[in-house]
């Protein structure tokens, strides 16, 4: 695997890892406050990282088929997108977000079964990553609705900002 894109997959592990100790040090308390009505429950929260992996996944599922088309093959290895997204601090929390419809959580189900779901989830992205590490993800943008576009080792790197920040929102309130 490319050595940009196998760091990019560090960060994201690194982050879920977090997320998932955490939760299973019995840290998960309700975060509902029950005067606002836009707050959410940590199981909430998971549902949502849940959600959000999903959807890119799927996503880039979809355009890897324009990157076969385009046979890009091999790209440059060397330059590292880690840090390719700071200038957005996604992971800090300033401001709240409105999550689009597709992410929201419907408060169905608990955080064991969410942290299966996303596990699952996980999984199912790595093994595309991997299948397609010999194509240049970098080649192929698409348009975020916040941060504009980016490639698709981004969006990847994105998911991992997407949920330290949650994270942070998570430790924040807890405090």
């Known amino acids: 695997m490319k050595k940009n894109l196998e760091e990019v997959i560090d960060y994201i592990e690194d982050v879920r890892s977090d997320i998932k100790n955490y939760v299973r040090d019995g840290k998960n308390i309700l975060l ?3 005067n606002d009505s836009n707050s959410w429950s940590s199981d909430e929260v998971l549902q949502h990282l ?4 999903v959807y890119i996944t799927e996503l880039l ?3 890897m088929d324009r990157v076969k088309k385009k046979d890009l093959i091999s790209g440059d290895e060397t330059t590292s997108y880690l840090h390719s997204l700071d200038e957005f601090e996604i ?3 300033k401001e709240k977000f409105n999550a689009p419809e597709i992410s929201k959580p419907d408060g169905s ?3 064991e079964i969410v942290l299966k779901k996303m596990n699952r989830s996980r999984s199912e992205l790595i093994k595309l990553l991997r299948e397609f590490s010999q194509y240049d993800m970098t080649g192929i943008e698409f ?4 941060y504009g576009r980016m490639n698709m080792i981004q969006w990847v790197l994105f998911l991992g900002k997407h949920e330290e920040r949650h994270f942070n929102q998570i430790k924040m309130i807890l405090k």
């Open 32 to 34: 509902k406050n029950n």
């Open 50 to 53: 849940y959600k959000t992996e």
């Open 61 to 63: 599922n979809r355009q």
């Open 91 to 93: 992971e800090i929390v």
């Open 109 to 111: 189900i608990d955080s």
């Open 143 to 146: 348009p975020h609705p916040a």
